[in-house]
């Protein structure tokens, strides 16, 4: 992923250096998170040019509210937790226009497939699966099992607590592996 | 490594608009402090304006003024929650929230009981007399459910509405420490009906404001999509 690009540390002081008025550094900002920001809008949106739009979105809201993120707290828990919060809103806003979420059997979703999962089936079959996830605990897996945070950053991010956060990855990882014919311990 | 040249257009135009420097969020206790300044002059200057009820000498030091700031810290507390929630990756999680919420009510019942026991059980009739606490207890609420939501409304809460009870819920239990060195009425029946119906009607203020603010974000949002 890309934030591992510059690590944690890298990005709090990307993020101070931007809070001081350095506009370079949300160009640092932007760099490193763009990509794992967009899988994980992927994953909730299950649409790439939804994803693409709530993006930019997202670092707009970052932009406006960036006097809220107070140092030295990890910089990623407070970027995914807006990025969320932007992804909530369109859904909200989508259903009140009448565009309601529905996923045809034939289309295939653009889910990015966490490495770990990947191995329980094909890719294919898997991103259906994951698909069918509930936002709630598709939001876990990803932000666990693909971008590598912890279970306390994950609550962190969703508004839970340490142990609801793994107590959600593992029942979706569960359901996929129930939903992929995989019993136990994956073999 | 990056620059701002990477960016798409519509980001460039809003960091051109504005790039000043920012000062980062206080803790929320420190931001509290506005909340907490306000609670004092109440609590020093309503029971002088207002009056003070009649029974005070009767209750004691301790479940007069003593409970009177212990209700104003709880409520506090819930102030304090609910800045914490308006900071997007260390909100309030459900269970903690919610047994916050529980044990400001629980103050406010201990206090009540304990001076209704402290007044030789008093009793009271059904529906409880004293009406006229209840809006009047919501409407001293207000400045601090103002206060509240001011001070929420700098930072970005990412749940409007949870952020909104805990405010709503602190002010009103605020308050209800300071109305309790006010209200004549020792009663259990009216402490609970009138009172506690203030701090439910604070705390659903709280949630109306909450969703004030997230229909007026989803509007923007839907603006500029």
Redesign the interface.
């Known amino acids: 992923m890309a934030t591992a690009s510059i690590g944690d540390e890298g990005l709090l002081e990307a993020m101070v250096a931007y ?3 350095d ?2 550094a ?3 900002l ?3 998170l763009r990509g794992a920001l967009t899988g994980y809008l992927r994953a909730l949106s299950r649409d790439r040019a939804v994803a693409e ?1 709530l993006l ?2 997202t ?3 970052l ?9 030295p ?2 910089v990623k ?6 990025a ?3 992804f909530l ?2 859904r ?2 989508a259903y ?2 009448g565009r309601h979420e529905t996923i045809a059997e034939d289309v295939l979703p653009e889910v990015p497939v966490p490495p770990e999962i990947e191995s329980l089936g094909d890719r294919e079959t898997v991103q259906k699966a994951l698909t069918r996830l509930p936002e709630g605990r598709r939001g876990a897996l990803v932000l666990h099992h693909m971008l590598g945070m912890s279970f306390k950053e994950v ?3 969703l ?3 340490e142990g ?1 956060a793994k107590v959600r990855a593992h029942r979706a990882l569960a359901e996929l592996r129930e939903a992929m014919g995989v019993t136990g311990d994956g073999s | 490594m990056s620059g701002r040249s990477s960016l798409p257009d519509g980001l460039r135009r809003a960091l051109d608009a504005d790039h000043r420097p920012v000062r980062p969020l206080r803790r929320a206790s420190v931001r509290a402090l506005w909340v907490a300044l306000w609670a004092a002059l109440a609590l020093a200057g309503l029971p002088v304006v207002i009056g003070m009820r009649a029974d005070i000498a009767s209750l004691g030091f301790a479940l007069s003024w003593g409970a009177a700031v212990f209700e104003c810290i709880a409520g506090l507390g819930l102030v304090v929650l609910a800045l914490r929630e308006a900071v997007p990756g260390s909100g309030v999680t459900p269970p903690v929230g919610s047994a916050a919420l529980a044990a400001g009510i629980a103050v406010q019942v201990l206090v009540a009981v304990l001076s209704w026991l402290q007044r030789g059980m008093p009793s009271g009739s059904f529906p409880p007399g004293g009406a006229h606490c209840f809006p009047m207890e919501s409407t001293l609420a207000l400045p601090a459910l103002a206060l509240t939501m001011v001070v929420v409304g700098r930072a970005y809460a990412v749940r409007p509405r949870w952020a909104g009870v805990l405010g709503g819920a602190g002010a009103g239990v605020v308050t209800d420490g300071i109305w309790h060195l006010i209200c004549p009425f020792a009663d259990l029946s009216h402490v609970l009906v009138w009172h506690g119906g203030a701090v439910l009607a604070l705390a659903a203020l709280g949630w109306i404001v909450g969703t004030a603010v997230e229909v007026v974000r989803r509007r923007a949002l839907s603006s500029r999509h």
């Not at chain 1, 828990?77 to 807006?82: E, G, K, N, S, T």
Request: hydrophobic fraction near 35%; charge should be positive.
């Open positions: 809070q001081r008025g506009m370079e949300f160009g640092t932007y760099a490193a739009d930019q979105e670092f707009l809201q932009h406006k509210v960036r006097h809220t993120y107070q140092p707290r990890p828990p407070w970027v995914y937790a807006i969320r919060n932007v809103m369109h909200r806003a009140r226009r609550g962190a991010v508004g839970i607590s609801a």
